[in-house]
Nanobody, 114 residues
Framework: QVQLVESGGGLVQPGGSLRLSCVAS????????MSWYRQAPGKERELVAR????????NYADSVKGRFTIFRDNAKNTVYLEMNSLKPEDTAVYYC???????WGQGTQVTVSS
């Protein structure tokens, strides 16, 4: 059973940084691509970033390119999202997801506001 636990969110000022973490269990983490999604109030959940099982290939939403970095530590079953130069429009609940799974964690709230 896929389990995902996100953490690291919080309140940050515009221009600030946060690092999100997602600890995974219940599957062969090193064999799956992993993604980060976000959902802002009143909007649909959207893909933010994805990386392959080895971490060798990444994809980003245009809105976060050059500001966010997704990476993983397969020894720790953890995927990260490093977020820099945060903007108010980045405010959302952030979720991670494993390829080939419909499971979601509880998410972590990111609020960018002065």
């Amino acid at each position: 059973q896929v389990q995902l636990v996100e953490s690291g969110g919080g309140l940050v000022q515009p221009g600030g940084s946060l690092r999100l973490s997602c600890v995974a269990s219940g599957f062969a983490f090193g064999n799956r691509g992993m993604s980060w999604y976000r959902q802002a109030p009143g909007k649909e959940r959207e893909l933010v970033a994805r990386l392959t099982s080895s971490g060798g290939s990444t994809n980003y939403a245009d809105s976060v390119k050059g500001r966010f970095t997704i990476f993983r530590d397969n020894a720790k079953n953890t995927v990260y999202l490093e977020m820099n130069s945060l903007k108010p429009e980045d405010t959302a609940v952030y979720y991670c997801r494993a390829d080939l799974s419909d499971s979601w964690g509880q998410g972590t709230q990111v609020t960018v506001s002065s």
